[in-house]
Every structure is written in C-alpha cells, then in structure tokens.
C-alpha cells in the first residue's frame, strides 16, 4: 500500500515540477470522470459555461434530476408539465454529444427519508394526494417505474441510478424503510428485466457517524444496485473538531471499505467533492479550515485509489465555484446551499486550481 506520507510528497512534486506524469500516475485510467452541470451563477449563460466546463475537462456528465417526481403525469402518461418539459429538454440538448451519461433519479424527498415532492406545476389537491401515498402504494411503483422509462428512453444513459443517496437518513427500524427495501426490489428488478444491457444502482453515502464508514442499511440496499455507487465528501464530519480538511485525516482505505462489502461488484463515485478554501456555515457548525493544495492532495488520492479499485466513473460536483450565485440567493436558500460552494477545481473567477492541472493530467491518459 502506498503511504499517505508518499503520496503528498510526490503530489508537492508533481505541482511545483510541472511534470506531465509522475511516478504514481499509471499509463491507463479505468474510470471515467466529470462533474454535474451544477452553475457558478444563474442564468442561461452560466448554465452553458457549465456544460462546456464538462467538455474541456470531462468524458462523462452527470444529469441529476432531484426536484421530485410529475407523479400525476408519470401514472397516467400524460405529457409533463411545462416547467418540467423545459428543464429536461434543455438538458438534454447541451448534454456534449462525445460525453458518456450517467442519469440519476429520485424517488425519495429531499430529506431522503420519505416519498419525493412533486415536480412541476400542478393543482395543491393532487400535490396532497400524492404527499400523503407511501413506497408500498401500487400507484407510487407504477408510476416511479413510468418515469423511470421515460427518462431511460430519453436521455439514452450509459449508467442509471434509480434513487440518491438511499442510505442517508433511514435507520434499519424506521417504518419508511422497511417500505422502501420493497419499492426498491421491484425498481431494480423490473428495470433489470427491462434494460438488461444498462448498468442499475442506487448511491450510498458513506457514514461519518459513530466512526465507521458503513450504515446499517447499506448492505441491504446493496443487494439491489449492480454497483457500489458511492456518493462521499470527507471534508465535513471527521475533520470538523479539528478545524481543518487536511486530507491526511481521511482514514485508510475509505473508499476500499465500501468496496469490499460487494468485491464482485463495480465501484463507481456518484458524486465527490472537496474545500479548497476555508468553509464556515454557522447554521450546521462547520467551521474549516481548507487549502487549494489540500484539494489537489484529495484528486490524486482519490484517483489513485479509485485506479486500483478498477473503477468505472467519478463525478466531481462542480466544475467552478459558485460565489455569484450564492451571493444572489443569500437569505432565500438553505445555508446548506454554501457548504460545497468552493468546491470547484476551477475558483469563483474560472482560474485553474492546482487540483484542476492534476485533472487534465489525468483526463490525457487513456481510459482502459
């Protein structure tokens, strides 16, 4: 195994040498990488600069639709409400054509312990309706499964995870559980039967509390995904009491952990990300410390032990920072909204990080 000590000393090599490939960078990458299209700023023109940051510095894009579900329309086939309509056929026409597609869809709220709000413009009564139905309601699996084809069917994607993030908020005994590991044999397997050629899954967060990275849903959710889809940011919990995102507290092997639940499994990273300045969210007591060259430490780690995990894709969140935007909606977004602003391996202004120039260096190597 490589030693932590081994990889920073070369990675402070690999930054200030300017040299193409070091020594721990392999002549094949197994994995794909790319980010959301998750804008710096609002409005169209930063939307655009999203997708083209995709482009430049990607080979696969992640298109995550997590403002709920058109229940109505999805059951009864109707044709979407307008908002919604817009939303993915703007999607799906910047989407860069040479891009590989990895599709998520959520069926759980935005809490993921219960059923999915209602996406687009409909009356309150039937928004009710469905608020109240549970993951056991015959209708809620027709139409989840609906939507799901819908979506299959128009983005075409080469990975498809049916719910986000599933593990996050549920605990073994919680009702809404127990009524969702059903809801989920039925998604997986029906769309498998479906879709035999397209690769399935739901994303796992891995767990920072009580010291072990696995929940105890985890390894029950796992049985209905065909990948250990991983969706982690270690810069939060284990550093907070030590006031900074020094990569080198991450605990060994954080990734392998999960991975080793399904060895016979493909491991894929859903979405990752990590602080390149200091973060301070008062409302959740988050109070880091963060460094560019903390960042950069994290992307040579991460890929180094996603290589030897033969993974198939990691998904950056964001491309750039998104300071304007989030100065535009203070007061109006959930301070959460701040917590991955500065994120990027591109900065507020669009100047490359440190981080960014290892990411090409990457990207130039081909995928296995």
């Not at 869809?105 to 809490?111: A, C, I, K, N, R």
């Not at 939507?147 to 049916?162: A, T």
């Not at 300045?277 to 960042?295: M, T």
């Not at 491309?319 to 203070?330: I, S």
């Amino acid at each position: 195994m490589i030693k932590p000590q081994y990889i920073f000393f070369s990675l402070i090599i690999l930054i200030f040498s300017c040299k193409k490939i070091d020594d721990l960078t392999p002549e094949t990458r197994s994995f794909h990488i790319g980010f959301q299209p998750w804008a710096h700023d609002l409005g169209y023109s930063a939307t655009v600069h999203a997708y083209d940051n995709i482009s430049i510095y990607g080979d696969i894009i992640s298109t995550q639709l997590d403002d709920g579900i058109p229940w109505e329309q999805a059951y009864t086939g109707a044709d979407f409400p307008t908002d919604v309509l817009d939303n993915i056929n703007e999607r799906k026409a910047l989407t860069p054509q040479n891009a590989k597609v990895f599709l998520s869809l959520m069926p759980l709220s935005e809490g993921r312990d219960d059923i999915a709000q209602y996406w687009g413009q409909e009356n309150e009564t039937i928004k009710q309706q469905w608020s109240s139905k549970k993951f056991t309601d015959t209708a809620v699996v027709t139409a989840y499964l609906n939507y799901c084809r819908r979506m299959i069917d128009f983005f075409q994607p080469d990975y498809f995870c049916y719910a986000v993030e599933a593990n996050a908020s549920f605990s073994e005994t919680d009702i809404t559980y127990q009524e969702f590991l059903p809801f989920c044999d039925t998604i997986y397997s029906t769309l498998k039967t479906e879709y035999p050629n397209l690769p399935i899954m739901l994303s796992l967060v891995t767990n920072f509390l009580g010291g072990d990275i696995v929940s105890g849903t985890t390894e029950q959710l796992l049985q209905y995904s065909d990948y250990v889809a991983i969706s982690s940011y270690p810069f939060l919990l284990p550093n907070a009491p030590f006031g900074n995102a020094n990569p080198q507290m991450i605990p060994n092997n954080w990734y392998n952990r999960m991975a080793n639940l399904a060895p016979n499994k493909p491991v894929c990273i859903t979405e990752t990300a990590y602080i390149a300045e200091d973060l301070k969210v008062s409302a959740y007591f988050i109070d880091l410390i963060g460094r560019e060259e903390w960042q950069a430490e994290y992307v040579q780690q991460l890929f180094i032990e996603m290589n030897n995990l033969d993974a198939e894709f990691i998904i950056w969140f964001t491309a750039r920072d998104y300071n304007y935007a989030g100065k535009k909606l203070e007061g109006i977004v959930d301070p959460a909204f701040n917590i991955w602003m500065d994120t990027g391996i591109l900065d507020e202004a669009g100047r490359e990080r440190p981080s960014a120039k290892i990411w090409k260096q990457w990207k130039s190597i081909p995928v296995n």
